[in-house]
């Protein structure tokens, strides 16, 4: 199966081990040096309709991604980590 970046927008980031459901993938971070994908981001939940800003963003290691579906993305969450809430 060959996949776009931009058509991991639509696919789902669920937790293999307990069935979490983490969201969809919002960004990915890249090395340019190596041409390779280092992790997948995954957006925070709006807080209060967005007007209290975002939770923290989700960020999974290359490594920790186990499985692509058509419509999913099935990984390891223990390797999960976040990163600061977004004022967007």
């Known amino acids: 199966m060959i996949c776009r970046i931009v058509d991991l927008q639509y696919k789902e980031v669920i937790d293999i081990a307990d069935g979490t459901r983490y969201g969809f993938v919002g960004d990915v971070e890249l090395d340019p040096e190596r041409g390779s994908i280092q992790s997948i981001v995954v957006r925070g939940?709006?807080?209060?309709?967005?007007?209290?800003?975002?939770?923290?963003?989700?960020?999974?290691?290359?490594?920790?991604?186990?499985?692509?579906?058509?419509?999913?993305?099935?990984?390891?969450?223990?390797?999960v980590s976040s990163r600061g809430r977004r004022n967007r």
């Open 45 to 79: 939940h709006p807080r209060l309709l967005g007007l209290l800003g975002r939770e923290a963003d989700a960020v999974f290691p290359w490594s920790a991604v186990k499985r692509f579906g058509t419509d999913i993305i099935l990984v390891d969450g223990a390797a």
